[in-house]
């Protein structure tokens, strides 16, 4: 899951559950509630051993980079 689709879909959820209030409740109240309950979620899915697609591609891209100066190592 990229970052931009779980800060939606965090973004979503707090609508949801906030529908009956959101008439009373400016957008950006939204947001910043998001922007500070959006880390803490990342935490807990990280915690379960799930990660976010970009950190996922960075892991991969060293991976990728560690195995090819091996492979050059070996080698020489």
């Known amino acids: 899951m990229s970052d931009k689709d779980l ?5 979503s959820i707090i609508e949801k559950e906030l529908k009956s209030f959101s ?3 400016p ?6 509630i998001e922007e500070k ?3 803490e979620i ?5 915690q379960s ?3 976010k697609k970009s950190k996922y591609k960075n892991l991969e891209r060293i ?3 560690l195995e090819d100066r091996l492979s ?3 080698k020489d």
């Open 49 to 51: 051993g799930y990660i």
């Open 7 to 11: 800060s939606e879909a965090i973004k």
């Open 23 to 25: 008439k009373l409740i």
């Open 27 to 32: 957008k950006d109240i939204i947001s910043n």
């Open 37 to 39: 309950i959006s880390p």
């Open 72 to 74: 050059e190592l070996e």
């Open 63 to 65: 991976i990728n980079d």
């Open 42 to 46: 990342e935490n807990l899915i990280e």
